[in-house]
Each structure stands twice: as structure tokens, then as C-alpha cells.
């Protein structure tokens, strides 16, 4: 099946710096979607981005889908943004079954 | 503007004994979802349904089961628990057109922490 890799697999920062979170799949896909989840183990939906560029507040994706890579921008961060960001992917011809990674844990320090 | 629910939140089993896990989305999605997740991984996928009747299996199906007579209610079923099923369980909705477009986003519900003695 299609592999997703995510990294780093860890993050400490500052509060108040900026990260860039990175999502590689092997093969193409038509589904694409990051998701937070926080310390209490609730997951949120934040970008659904198979391709292009969007933006919400201080959150930001990009999906290339020819070079199969997505990334998460996250700028100014803040306490509330620790936690474990996961991205997940269905190929294309599939049947949306969401693949996930592992995961990237970001701690923000105040 | 329940979304996704789940019950139990919380629930401890013995090894053999048998339980279900409840979930009901009210967002009138036709796609539903079961994942576990296990200690530090990523979620994988057990079942998942594109509609009222229609189930299949996704990555770890083995020793659960589902049924989809409604499109609001997805139950998860365990039989004879086994300390490997010790995870926390999710269940997800989304809602698939047939339109190009027509964007996938999941939504989940809170989860299931289910420990297996």
C-alpha cells in the first residue's frame, strides 16, 4: 500500500517561531489531509489540500502532487499549538481509505 | 451540533469477553470510519463504510466487526478481546460526492480508550 512519511518526528520550538512540518507519499493521490491532535488525544481537521495552497490564520499547507510532498506551515506558534500533527493520503483509483504517518510532536515552550 | 459521537469514552474489558463500541454522526455523511490507535504510532485503519449496508475491511480488521444499517450509526464490535486490541479507538465521518471536487474531509469523533485485561 502507499507509504507516508512525516518529519521530523519531533519539534521543540519557542513560542512565537515559525515550522515547517513535511509529508512524503509514494504514490499519487487524490486525498490529502493534515490533522492536529492535541494533548487530550482530540484530533481536528485542518487542511483538506490533495494539491495547491491554502491558508487559514497562522496555518498554511502546500501540496506539490507531482513531486508527492506536502508541507504544514505554522507561523508566530503559540502554547495551543502542541501536539501531534498527522498527515493522511488515499491514492488515486482508491477507494478513500486514509493512510496515516506517524506523526509529528511539536512542543511549543512559552 | 454533535458531529461524530462515540460511547464509551472509557472502558475496561477482560480477555475473552465481548463488547461494542457505539458511534453515531449526525452530519448526514455517507462515508464512516473505525481506527485504532495504538501508544505513540499513527491511526490505522479497521473498517470503513461508503453507505447504509456496504462495509469492508481496512488494514487490522481481524478480531472486530461492523455493521452499517443506518447512515447515522457505525457500531464496532469486539469478540473475545486480546490485550493486543488495548488501544484507543476512533471513529470518523466524511461525505463523498460524485462530482470531481467534491472534497473528503473526515471528521472524529472524540475516542474510545479501551484497556484489555
Known amino acids: 500500500g502507499i507509504q507516508v512519511e512525516q518529519s521530523p518526528p519531533d519539534l521543540i520550538l519557542q513560542e512565537g517561531a515559525n515550522s515547517t512540518l513535511r509529508c512524503n507519499f509514494s504514490d499519487s493521490v487524490n486525498n490529502l489531509q493534515w490533522f492536529h491532535q492535541n494533548p487530550w488525544g482530540q484530533l481536528i481537521n485542518l487542511f483538506y489540500?490533495?494539491?495547491g495552497t491554502k491558508q487559514n490564520g497562522r496555518l498554511s499547507a502546500t501540496t506539490v502532487a507531482t513531486e508527492r510532498y506536502s508541507l504544514l506551515y505554522i507561523s508566530s506558534s503559540q502554547t495551543t499549538d502542541s501536539g501531534v500533527y498527522f498527515c493522511?493520503?488515499?491514492?488515486?483509483?482508491?477507494?478513500?481509505?486514509?493512510?496515516f504517518g506517524t506523526g509529528t510532536r511539536l512542543t511549543i515552550i512559552p | 451540533n454533535a458531529g461524530v459521537t462515540q460511547t464509551p469514552k472509557f472502558r475496561i474489558l477482560k480477555i475473552g469477553q465481548s463488547m461494542t463500541l457505539q458511534c453515531t454522526q449526525d452530519?448526514?455523511?455517507?462515508?464512516m470510519y473505525w481506527y485504532r490507535q495504538d501508544p505513540g504510532m499513527g491511526l490505522k485503519l479497521i473498517y470503513y463504510?461508503?453507505?447504509?449496508?456496504?462495509?469492508d475491511k481496512g488494514e487490522v480488521p481481524n478480531g472486530y466487526n461492523v455493521s452499517r444499517s443506518t447512515t447515522e450509526d457505525f457500531p464496532l464490535r469486539l469478540e473475545l478481546a486480546a490485550p493486543s486490541q488495548t488501544s484507543v479507538y476512533f471513529c470518523?465521518?466524511?461525505?463523498?460526492?460524485?462530482?470531481?471536487?467534491?472534497?473528503?474531509?473526515?471528521?472524529f469523533g472524540e475516542g474510545s480508550w479501551l484497556t484489555v485485561v
Open positions: 470518523a465521518s466524511s461525505y463523498k460526492g460524485t462530482g470531481t471536487g467534491t472534497g473528503n474531509t473526515i471528521y
Open positions: 463504510s461508503v453507505g447504509a449496508g456496504i462495509t
Open positions: 452530519m448526514n455523511h455517507n462515508y
Open positions: 493522511a493520503v488515499a491514492p488515486n483509483f482508491g477507494n478513500e481509505k486514509l493512510t
Open positions: 489540500i490533495p494539491s
